[in-house]
């Protein structure tokens, strides 16, 4: 359900374990918790203005489910979901304090856009089922 205030597009990640992934992610990350209902292993997670959804698997006879196919880790191939933060070495900081292995270091990137050359700071972190999360700051 939307609000007038939430972002247009909120994915929603498959994950293979809510209490794995919720840790991941409110502890290790620092997202917070919206709203849940871990009874259906579910929460809308929030982190500075960025929103997703985790919802662990629960194929149950006469239930609806969104798996289109057999899942295989890492889960969300081809896609990597960027989220831009305030400030990018204090994550990155954090992270490392926590020995979470990080996909791609921090780097700074240019990128040209529409004629312009934006510069980010970034780096890219797997959650426990694999997705990508490339987080950013324009420097």
């Known amino acids: 359900m939307s609000k007038h205030n939430d972002p247009k597009l909120i994915p929603e990640l498959i994950c293979s374990d809510f209490s794995t992934s919720l840790y991941f992610y409110t502890e290790t990350l620092g997202f917070s918790v919206k709203y849940d209902r871990p009874e259906e292993g579910f929460a809308m997670l929030e982190f500075q203005g960025a929103m997703l959804m985790?919802?662990?698997i629960r194929v149950e006879e006469g239930?609806?489910?969104?798996?289109?196919?057999?899942?295989?880790?890492?889960?969300?191939?081809?896609?990597?979901?960027?989220?831009?933060?305030s400030d990018i070495?204090?994550?990155?900081?954090?992270?490392?304090?926590k020995d979470i292995?990080?996909?791609?270091?921090?780097e700074d990137k240019e990128y040209n856009c529409d004629g312009a050359?934006?510069?980010?700071r970034q780096?890219?972190?797997?959650?426990?089922?694999g997705y990508l999360l490339r987080f950013?700051?324009?420097?």
């Open 101 to 106: 292995p990080l996909f791609m270091d921090i």
């Open 89 to 97: 070495n204090h994550l990155y900081e954090r992270l490392k304090a």
């Open 136 to 139: 950013f700051e324009e420097l």
């Open 63 to 85: 239930k609806r489910s969104w798996i289109t196919a057999p899942l295989e880790k890492p889960y969300g191939r081809g896609i990597n979901l960027q989220i831009e933060v």
């Open 123 to 129: 780096f890219i972190v797997q959650d426990p089922d």
């Open 54 to 56: 985790i919802d662990e």
């Open 117 to 120: 050359v934006l510069v980010s």
